[in-house]
């Protein structure tokens, strides 16, 4: 919209052509602008829409100062056709229509008349003064539509801005929404019953009241640029809507892991049954070789063999009860702590073999050890030999008795070794300790 020079002295001829060309262009340019802003979509939903809060409080403003612009473009109308008029009365204007026209181009000469209904909610210059009519020179009108005019159309531009923003990426986002729900509800995530259930319901709810609130208070989700001038100079506010689809996000993701859970929830329930049955198995071997221990080995400390965990299979039996039923959100952590606790009794049941069966390896050691010495010494043409016979017979009836006193064994073996070691000429074998200085044997 235009802008008036400031007045001066008496105009001639040609300042007064000047000024009505102006304000001729001005005038235009004023009525294009009113009428573009009439028929402003935003401002004709406005009109239409159920407005609540801070919205409903500025169109208040803005609709009264919409009236007022045009009371003022009439008024300013008005006022150029009188200047019109005076100044086409005759070819040369005389002196008194100079003087005349000076006055009603730049002096107070326009008068704003209007009912205090029309124009109650809109700001005035004079500050809410109460006046039915107020005097302005043509400069001060023009500046008094632009200021209402930018205020107005700053409105009903950030009103149309947000509502044509947000509610419909609520709506995409509520379809998705409902998408999400048909899913959940497939593979047992309802409320009440998984944590993503209830975070589906608080989006619901939060969307909802997001679209309703956007739809009658759109200034409320309106954040105006700092510092900017032009009408509409802002963007709307999606921070909830942000949020919310972050956790849709999140609930999507949840519900893939059950998905995924559901899909190979057949093939981890096999594999945990031969995890435990492989540990079940290892344990009862284990239980085996201390009874074959405890007979064949003398004097050696036998770990005790605990049976299988009990609450292990029982929670295989949920698990199972679990996916008969479809209810893959139970299912899913259960298989998870499963899993780790079946590795960890088939390592305790291996472990627990190991100890068990160490006495015997000790006994198989000791034996191989005899009969590698016995072919070192027969390749060396000492096999005849009575000493070492005397002496491999010796350890050799100790490692294959039963019980098998392992200290007494050992020693056996040492001696035959030290003897074998002094027919060679090869480094001499440590002196074995007599059984009775030990305090016992470690296995």
């Known amino acids: 919209m235009g802008v008036t020079d400031p007045a001066g002295p008496v105009m001639d001829r040609d300042e007064v052509d000047r000024a009505l060309a102006r304000l001729g262009q001005e005038h235009e340019?004023?009525?294009?602008?009113?009428?573009?802003?009439?028929?402003?979509?935003?401002?004709?939903?406005?009109?239409?829409?159920?407005?609540?809060?801070?919205?409903?409080?500025?169109?208040?403003?803005?609709?009264?100062?919409?009236?007022?612009?045009?009371?003022?473009?009439?008024?300013?109308?008005?006022?150029?056709?009188?200047a019109r008029e005076i100044r086409s009365r005759r070819r040369w204007s005389s002196r008194e229509d100079l003087v005349e026209l000076t006055e009603l181009l730049r002096g107070e000469s326009v008068t704003v008349a209007g009912s205090a209904t029309a124009t109650a909610n809109a700001p005035t210059l004079h500050g809410g003064s109460g006046k039915l009519s107020e005097q302005f020179t043509l400069v001060t009108l023009v500046d008094r539509m632009n200021e209402l005019y930018a205020t107005s159309l700053d409105m009903v531009v950030a009103a149309d801005a947000v509502w044509s923003a947000l509610p419909a990426r609520i709506d995409l986002l509520a379809a998705e929404l409902q998408r999400t729900r048909r899913l959940a509800h497939s593979v047992g995530v309802r409320p009440g019953e998984h944590p993503a259930g209830d975070d589906l319901e608080r989006i619901t709810r939060t969307l909802t009241n997001?679209?309703?609130?956007?739809?009658?208070?759109?200034?409320?989700?309106?954040?105006?640029?700092?510092?900017?001038?032009?009408?509409?100079?802002?963007?709307?506010?999606?921070?909830?809507?942000?949020?919310?689809?972050r956790a849709l996000e999140d609930v999507r993701r949840e519900i893939d892991a059950v998905l995924t859970v559901r899909q190979d929830a057949e093939q981890r329930l096999v594999k945990l049954r031969d995890v435990l049955s492989r540990a079940d198995r290892t344990l009862a071997e284990a239980r085996t070789a201390r009874g074959e221990v405890l007979a064949k080995i003398a004097a050696t400390e036998v770990p005790v063999v605990s049976g299988p965990p009990t609450v292990l299979q029982e929670q295989l039996a949920t698990a199972a009860e679990y996916r008969r039923h479809a209810q893959w959100h139970r299912l899913s952590p259960l298989l998870e702590s499963l899993e780790q606790k079946a590795e960890d009794e088939l390592l305790r049941a291996r472990e627990s073999l190991t100890a068990v069966t160490a006495p015997l390896a000790v006994r198989a050691e000791l034996r191989g050890r005899l009969d590698a010495y016995k072919a070192k010494v027969a390749r060396h043409g000492l096999a005849e030999d009575p000493f070492l016979i005397e002496r491999y017979d010796a350890a050799r009836r100790m490692l294959w008795s039963a019980p098998c006193d392992l200290r007494v064994a050992e020693q056996a073996v040492l001696r035959y070794q030290q003897a074998a070691a002094e027919l060679l000429g090869g480094p001499r074998v440590p002196a074995p300790r007599e059984p009775e200085d030990r305090g016992g044997r470690g296995t």
């Open 29 to 82: 340019a004023i009525e294009t602008s009113l009428l573009a802003l009439q028929d402003h979509a935003g401002r004709r939903l406005l009109e239409g829409a159920e407005l609540t809060g801070i919205t409903k409080e500025r169109w208040t403003t803005a609709e009264a100062s919409i009236t007022l612009l045009w009371a003022y473009f009439d008024a300013y109308t008005d006022a150029l056709r009188s």
């Open 210 to 245: 997001l679209r309703s609130e956007v739809v009658s208070d759109p200034l409320a989700y309106w954040v105006p640029t700092q510092g900017s001038s032009a009408p509409g100079g802002g963007r709307p506010d999606t921070t909830v809507y942000d949020r919310e689809a």
